[in-house]
Structure formats: structure tokens, C-alpha cells
């Protein structure tokens, strides 16, 4: 008798199965999650009894699948509390866009051969945005309905553009004044052209800061190049020089190419030596040069392989005593144990784009996300906005475009996706899957699922098969 | 030859029938028909039982996930309709 054959006798006195999705593992067992994300493990034999609606209310997995809700009893107290769960993980679908990104200038003075911005080099003259066009940008980021707003410069290098950058923020602060929303600023920068007066404006406004390291000098300096000397060096120095006068850590990011791919351990022992208490693993992006140079990718098998060792080696670390997570590992482990947003606009369902980002080019071009600029910038423009000097707030946020994304990213209408047991953790980014697919369509099956779908089974094994000091690190990361 | 034709919803598996598919001609194991809003998968071409024991687990598997969904579609959709229709 096959599993399809239990599932078929319908005896659904006891209790009525809640939608669940599943999966077998390796060992036999299954692994099951329902629509607000509750999961649990169940061996071949309750699994079978589950679906004939043989499991009885005296056996521990009837208990623990009440409690999570993957079955009732009849009452209608399971239906609403999942209801409840699934309005809470996609109550960003409804709040605006809350992740504003500003392209101030196309301009840098760093040469980084993965840039997938597609940035000017140094030397080379670059579009830069007005006073105008930045005056019109703060009004449209500050009609979006959502009460918080974060305002995102990027570039190219921003801090090249330094007066337009002071201009919106106080600008934006002005406005505020009487729209009364919680505002935060972050300057995603390089570091390399920081000054002593713009440290100062940085900490007087609350400016966060994100920037890049991508290991020891030798690894840092293999694709971030400056006109003379080492770019880590200069960074190493700006980076003491900024925390000490602002009091305040910047966010580290790291992008993984495949110079730094099995060197993962040295960066991670470099991030500890620099006094961070996590590093995000980031895989490299498929845009703007670093698809152009298939010189710095690796497959996704590659890449799996490596991040997995070195959440290992993480893992080794904290259970030495010493605090330090994966903040991509962080982010999962909080949608498992959470059914709260947590405002990670790459990775969602439906998809962030436009819905909850909106990203400002240069010249006022809206963009549902930095993506769409970048392929934008080599020539594709298909996932344009609109301008916003052209266009009001309102005609933005409900293009068309926003539509299309949101229509193809909803999972219940991913096939793939409907199946997945991992679903609720997940999500999809339908530009990145054009990027890849060169189509914009319902089609889950790409290098960006198979990387997720690989992380979460290692994740939900390590907590099936966590002791109670691993416990305490995983569920230490997601306070 | 036990479950000589499974039959499947087309709607939601797509894919993973594609990949079955390719999957199933590729070892011979069987023969996949169109029925409309179903594919129906004939074991009973084959002619020998399957020795994939891979394939077989996920032969039931996704016969398993159609006949649940069948199940679960009624039940989503009032979860749905509960969590967002209160907005």
C-alpha cells in the first residue's frame, strides 16, 4: 500500500487535515509546513497515519500537530490563528513602499571588476542627480503611505555627490516635520572619499552606514580597485576614523566571488579581527559587469558548498563562546520562529519590488528595484517606472509593471513554489529571474531556489537535530 | 503491476511533472498522457517494474501532493479569504 492509497480513505471524524506542503527526506521521515510558516517532522508511520486519518489524540504527533495547527479538531480557532499568522508575515503587501533607494550619482572612484551597478570608473565624466530632480525624488519618497521610510544613497559613490545627499536628507527632515513618519537614512558607500566634515554631518543626522569588505587585503584588493595603493588599507583606515567619531558600526557586506568562494574561513577570521559580530554571505549578484566578466562566478553548487562549510566553521565559533552569526541564516530563522516581517525586501512573497522598494535613478527614472536599474543601465529598459517629475506618487506606486511583479510572484501561483515546503521562509524575485531566464514569468525553477531550497534542508536539519547549546546560538541569533 | 495509473493535477505541478517526465522517459518507466486538467502516468508499459526506487518515492509523493491539494483547496481558500479580507 502506497502513501496515495492511505490518503485516500477519508475518515475525517477525529480531525480535518489544515493545508500543509511536505517533503521526504534522506532518512524517510518528512518535514511539513503550513501556510503561516509552523513546521514540523514527522516519521514515515505517523506521516502515513496523518493522511488516512489514522493518528488518535493519546499520540505525540496528533499533539504537536494540533498545537501548530496542521490539523483541527473541528474548531474554528485553527483556521483563524493561521489566518492570523499569514496576515502578520504579508502585512507588508498593504503598508507602501517603505525602502527608498536614491541613486545620487553614477559616479565612482573605486573600480570594482563585480560592480553590478554599472558605474562610471574613475576619471570618467558621470551623470549626477540635480538639486531639482532630488527635491522631486523627497516628495514622491515621502507620499508613500508607509510610516516607516528608509532612504537608501547609493551610486556609483554617493558621498561623491555630497551636497545633493545633505540636501534630501534635510530636506526629507523638513517634510517630515509635518508628515511625522519614522525616517532613517543609509549611505552606502566605499568609504574612500570620506572627510572629517562629512564624519560630522554622519553623526549629527543618524546616518547608518553599509559598505563593503571582502576579506584580508589580499582578497579585498583582488576586484575593488583604486588608482594607487590598496583599497583595503584606505578602507581599513576610514573605517577606525568613521566608528570612532560616530560611535556607531557600520554594516560590512561581502560579496562572494570566486577569489574569495574557498577562502570563506580567512574572511570570517577577518571580520572577527575588525570587531563585527556577523557577516553576510552574499552571493554575487548577476548584473551589470559581474556578467560580463565570467571570470568571478561560480555555480550554485559551488557556492553552496562553500557557505554551508563556512556556517560550519560559524557555528564552531559561537559553540567556542564567542557570539557571531550569518545574517542571512538570522533572517530565516526569524521567519521560522516569527510571523513578524522582518523588512528583507530581496527575498519575499509576493516579491519586494515595488511593493515595498522603489528605486530613484539619477535623472528622476523610478525603477521597481535596484535590479531594474541595473539591467536598465545595459540597455534594458523594460521594468521602467516612470519619471518623477512626470509622474505623481500615486501613478507610481500603482503601475502597471508593480502589477506584473506582484501577479508573478504570489506562490501559490508558482509551480514549484505551491509544492514547496519551504515556501513560507522563502520568496521569489521575479527581475531576477528575467535576468536569468530573459523571461517574465511564473517559473520558480531557478539557480536562486535551488541555493534557498539547499540552505533551508541544511537549516531545518541542524534544528531537528540541534543540542541544547546549539538551540541556544540559533534561537540567541534571532533576538 | 500495483498503481498501474496514477493521475495527477495539472494546475499546480507543471513543473515538477515536466522534470518527472524527462525524468521517466529518459529511464523508460513509463508513459505520460494529457487528460485535460490531469496527466495520467501509465505504469503498465513498462516491461519490467520499476527498479528506480528514487523515482518510485516521488512517483508517490507527487501522487500524494495531488490528491491533498484536491483536499487543501477549499480550506486555503477561506484562510485566504479570513486573513486578508479583514484589510
Not at chain 1, 488516512?52 to 483556521?79: C, H, M, N, Q, V
Not at chain 1, 516581517?341 to 530613484?360: E, H, M, R
Request: hydrophobic share 40%; net charge neutral.
Amino acid at each position: 500500500m502506497t502513501i496515495q492509497d492511505y490518503a485516500t480513505s477519508d475518515n475525517s471524524s477525529l480531525y480535518k487535515l489544515m493545508p500543509f506542503a511536505f517533503e521526504s527526506l534522506p532518512d524517510g521521515d518528512f518535514f511539513l509546513s503550513g501556510l503561516a510558516g509552523d513546521h514540523a517532522f514527522l516519521n514515515k508511520k505517523d506521516f502515513n497515519d496523518l493522511v488516512s486519518y489514522g493518528l488518535t489524540p493519546d499520540r505525540k504527533a496528533f499533539i504537536e500537530l494540533e498545537s501548530k495547527k496542521l490539523i483541527t479538531t473541528g474548531s474554528k480557532a485553527a483556521r483563524m490563528m493561521t489566518a492570523s499568522g499569514l496576515l502578520s508575515r504579508k502585512a507588508f503587501t498593504f503598508s507602501g513602499p517603505r525602502l527608498h533607494i536614491v541613486v545620487i550619482t553614477r559616479g565612482c572612484n573605486c573600480h570594482c571588476d563585480y560592480c553590478h551597478a554599472s558605474s562610471f570608473s574613475p576619471g570618467e565624466v558621470a551623470p549626477q542627480m540635480t538639486i531639482e530632480v532630488a527635491a522631486a525624488t523627497a516628495r514622491t519618497i515621502m507620499s508613500s503611505p508607509s510610516r516607516e521610510i528608509t532612504v537608501e544613497f547609493q551610486g556609483g559613490e554617493p558621498s561623491l555627490a555630497w551636497e545633493t545627499i545633505r540636501f534630501m536628507v534635510d530636506y526629507i527632515r523638513l517634510l517630515n516635520v509635518k508628515a511625522g513618519k519614522s525616517i532613517s537614512f543609509v549611505l552606502c558607500t566605499n568609504l574612500l572619499f570620506l572627510n572629517q566634515g562629512m564624519i560630522k554631518y554622519i553623526a549629527k543626522r543618524g546616518i547608518e552606514i553599509s559598505t563593503s569588505l571582502d576579506g584580508p587585503a589580499d582578497l579585498h584588493d583582488l576586484h575593488r580597485h583604486i588608482p594607487s595603493g590598496s583599497a583595503h588599507d584606505l578602507f581599513m583606515e576610514n573605517l577606525k576614523l568613521l566608528e570612532s567619531k560616530t560611535s556607531k558600526k557600520a554594516s560590512l557586506l561581502l560579496t562572494v566571488t570566486c577569489g574569495n568562494l574557498r577562502e570563506l574561513r580567512r574572511v570570517i577570521d577577518h571580520y572577527i579581527e575588525c570587531d563585527r559580530y556577523g557577516i553576510f554571505i552574499r552571493a554575487l549578484n548577476p548584473f551589470g559587469r559581474a556578467v560580463i566578466d565570467k571570470n568571478l562566478g561560480y555555480t550554485v553548487e559551488e557556492f553552496t558548498d562553500a557557505y554551508i562549510d563556512a556556517l560550519e566553521y560559524i557555528l564552531g565559533i559561537n559553540r567556542s563562546g564567542r557570539e557571531f552569526r550569518e545574517f542571512m541564516i538570522t533572517l530565516f530563522l526569524k521567519r521560522i520562529y516569527s510571523s513578524f516581517d522582518d523588512g528583507f525586501v530581496d527575498l519575499k512573497f509576493p516579491a519586494g519590488a515595488g511593493l515595498s522598494v522603489l528605486l530613484y535613478d539619477f535623472n528622476g527614472d523610478v525603477y521597481p528595484s535596484d535590479e531594474a536599474r541595473m539591467m536598465a543601465a545595459v540597455g534594458d529598459t523594460r521594468l521602467k517606472i516612470g519619471n518623477v517629475q512626470l509622474m505623481s506618487g500615486e501613478e507610481i506606486r500603482s503601475s502597471p509593471i508593480i502589477k506584473q511583479i506582484l501577479a508573478t510572484s504570489i506562490p501559490s501561483l508558482i509551480p514549484g513554489c505551491t509544492s514547496c515546503p519551504y515556501a513560507p521562509y522563502c520568496g521569489v524575485d521575479p527581475i531576477k529571474i528575467y535576468s536569468e531566464t530573459g523571461e517574465f514569468t511564473q517559473f520558480a525553477e531557478t539557480g536562486e531556489c535551488q541555493k534557498n531550497r539547499t540552505i533551508l534542508r541544511w537549516l531545518f536539519n541542524k534544528i531537528r537535530n540541534a543540542d541544547d547549546q546549539l538551540k541556544h546560538i540559533l534561537l540567541g541569533w534571532t533576538a | 503491476m500495483p498503481n498501474s495509473i496514477l493521475k495527477l493535477s495539472k494546475n499546480v505541478y507543471n513543473l515538477d511533472i515536466i522534470r518527472l517526465a524527462i525524468l521517466s522517459f529518459k529511464s523508460g518507466a513509463c508513459k505520460i498522457n494529457d487528460l485535460g486538467n490531469q496527466w495520467s502516468i501509465d505504469l503498465s508499459v513498462m516491461k519490467e517494474p520499476i527498479q528506480n526506487d528514487e523515482l518510485l518515492r516521488r512517483l508517490d509523493e507527487f501522487s500524494l501532493r495531488a490528491s491533498l491539494e484536491e483536499r487543501f483547496a477549499t480550506e486555503r481558500d477561506s484562510i485566504i479569504a479570513l486573513a486578508f479580507g479583514q484589510k
